[in-house]
C-alpha cells in the first residue's frame, strides 16, 4: 500500500518522471544491442557466402544455363499473363463503352417519355379545356343562331285576285291617283316567290314603232334573270315597249293595250315603258298599269311612289363602257366655274319673258366675272332642231368639251312643264362629264326621283335663288365639289349610263317599292386545277359565313340608302361590311343574352381576352387567297407555313402561271382544303374577283412571297372582326 502510494506521488512530480523514463531506456538497451550485433553477424555471413557462390559459379556452367532457362520460362509466363491481362482488360473497356451507350439510351428514352408524358399532359389538358370551350359554344350558339327561324310567309289576299280573268275599267279619280295598295296586285309577287316579269315582244304589235331600238330594248329585257314567259297571269309584272317615233293615234294605241293578253280590262301589274316621248300618251286609257316615261304633265299626272321618271333614249350612251365614256375626277376646279349653251326658241312670241330664267338674266350673270361662259347663240342639234324653249347647240362631243372645262353646270326648267326633254339631256350629260348641276327649278321631275337623292349629286336651287347663285356657287369648297362630283358621277354610272342600266334601274325600282330581293350578284368561276386531296387526311370542319341575311331589311329600311350609295341597288350581293355595329352590351347578332364576363368572371391573360373579342357569330372562319405566278417551291414553302392556322377555312391559290406545275409537286397538308383556280388570264386583279369557292366575309389576299406569323394573322382577322 505504501509502495503504491509512494508510486503515484513519483508520477505526479517532475522528478519522478525523469527516473521512470531512465529506468525504461536501461531496460530497453540490452534488446538494442542484441538486434545489432545479430545484424552485423548476418551481413558477414552473407559476404562470405557470396564469394564462395561466385567461385562456384565460375566452376559450374551447367547450373548457370539452367537458372536462365528457368528464368526465360518465368519471364514467358510472365508476358503470357500480362496478354492475358490486357486482353481482359479490353474486354472489360469494351463492357465498360457498352454500358455507359445503354444508360445513355436509356437516359434519352427517360428523356423521351418524359417529355411525351408532358406533351401528352399538355394536349390533355388543352383538349379539355378546349373540350369546355365547345361545350359553352354550344350553348351559346343554341341561343344565338346564325339565321332566325322564320317560317315561310303567309299568302296575299288582294283585291285584284287572280279567280276573275277581267277586271271593271279604271275610273278617272283611280287612274289619277293610282298607288301600290289600290292599283297593284301583290298576290302575284308574294315574298316566298322569285320576282318575275313577262316582256311582250315588239314584233307581236301592229304599231309603227322603229323596230330596231325596240328589238334592242326586248333583247336587254329578255337577257335579265327574272324574264319569264308564261301562258297564263301568273308573272309578277308584264312589260310594253313603246318605241321612239311611233306613229299611231291615241284610239289605235288604247285598243294595243287593252287587247294585250295579260292586260285583264284594267292593266294591274303593267309598266308601260314609254320611249316614244311627246304625248304620245295623252289621252290614252292606261288603266292601272305604271307609266315609266320622261314626260308628264296635266293629262299624264306623276303619281309619286307609283309612275317613274326615266331618261330619254338621246341621253344613253351606245357604245363603249362608262369609263371610255366620262371625265376624270380631278382637278376639283376647272377652267369655268359655271357654263350654260343653248338656243333659245319659242313657238309663242313673248313667252321667254314669263320663263324662270330670261335671256336677259343669262347675260347678266356672264358679266358677273370672267369664268362664267354662258353662250346664248348657236347652231341647235339637229335631232332636237324642232323643240320649242331652250335647245340643245351642237353636237354631243362639241357640248362635252365645254363642259368637262366646267366645274358647274347651269339647268332650269323649261317653260313647258310637260316637255321635260332637254333639261334631262342637259342633266345628264352635265353628270357625265363631271359638271355638277346647278337646278334652278321648283318641281322638275328627275330621273327616279321617288329613290335617288339628286341633292348629293347636284345644287338645288329655287328660282327666286337665281340671283345669289353666284354668291353660294363660290362658297362650296374643294372637298365638297369633289363629294359632289363622286356622288353624281356614280349615281350616273349606275343607273342612267346606258339603255341596259336604265331598264335594270327600272326593274329594281319595282323590287325595291314590293319589298322583294334583288338580283343576286354573280360569282366568278374558274376551274379547280392541279389539286387532288388525299381521301385519308384529316380536315377541320369548316365554317361558312351566313349569305343573303339581309334580303328584306335591304329593300324596305335601308332602301335609299342601298340606292345611294356604292354599289348601288341593281344587284343583291351576299353580305356587306356595310352594315349597322352592335352595341358593346351585346355578345353577337341574333343572340338572346348579353356579353359575357371575361374568362366566365375569373378574369384572364391573352387568351382569354382574345377570345373575348367577339365578332358577329361565336364562330367564324377567313379564307387566304393566295396568288402564284412560276414560284413552286416559294408556293409550298407559303402554304407550309400555313399548317395549324386558326380560324382557316380554305386556301384558294389563283394559279396565274401559264404552264402546268411540275409532275413532283408534293402539296402539303395543312389541315384544310387548297384549291387551285386556274383564271382565264394572267391578272394581278384576279385576286379581287368573287370567287365562287370563297364561303367566308372574311379574305386575307396575299402573294405566294409574303411571309406572316400566324399571331400577326390572328391579329388581322380579330381586328377585321
Known sequence: MNMLALFYKLKDSNYGRFLLLLLCLIAVMPFVTHYYLTKRAG????????????????????????????LRKNINELEHVKLSLKNELRELEGKRHGLLRNIQEHSNNIDNIVSKANYLTNEVTKQQQELED????????????????????KDILSKLSHKFQTYPQATVHERTHCKLSSCFNFQKCPLGRDFTAHIYNPKNTRLSMRTSVSQEMYSILKSMPYAVDVNEPTACVYIVILDTLLDSSPKELEKFLHNLEFWQGDGHNHIIINFAGGKVLHKVDTGRAILAQTMFGPHTPYRREFDMVVPPLASLTRSGSPWENSAPQLPASRKYLVSF???????????????????????????????IFIQLSCQPDKEFANSNDWQLCGSHKSRAEVLKASTFALIFQSEHAEDQTMTIIRFIEALQYGAIPVVISDNILLPFTDIIEWHRAAIMLHSAQFPQMHFILRTILVNDVLDIRRQGRFLWEAYLSSAKSVLESTMAVIQTRLSLPGVPAKDTHFPSVFYSPDPNLVMQHGITSPTFYRNFTANTIYARQRWNTYPGALLLFPSSPIVPVLPSSAAFLNSSFDIQPIGRGAGGAGREFQEALGGDYPFEQFTIVMLTYERELVLIEALGRLAGLQYMNKVVVVWNSPGDPSPDLRWPNIGVPIKVLRPEKNSLNNRFLPLDEIETDAVLSMDDDIQLRHDEILFGFRYCQ
Do not use: W
Open 134 to 153: 365547345l361545350r359553352f359554344a354550344k350553348k351559346m350558339v343554341s341561343h344565338c343562331p346564325q339565321l332566325p327561324l322564320v317560317k315561310p310567309p
Open 341 to 371: 349653251v343653248g338656243n333659245y326658241h319659242s313657238s309663242k312670241k313673248g313667252l321667254n319673258n314669263d320663263s324662270f330664267i330670261s335671256v336677259g338674266d343669262l347675260k347678266q350673270l356672264s358679266l358677273e366675272a370672267k369664268d
Open 43 to 70: 551481413t558477414q555471413d552473407f559476404y562470405s557466402k557470396s564469394f564462395h557462390t561466385r567461385s562456384a559459379l565460375q566452376d559450374d556452367d551447367s547450373n548457370t544455363e539452367y537458372r536462365l532457362e528457368e
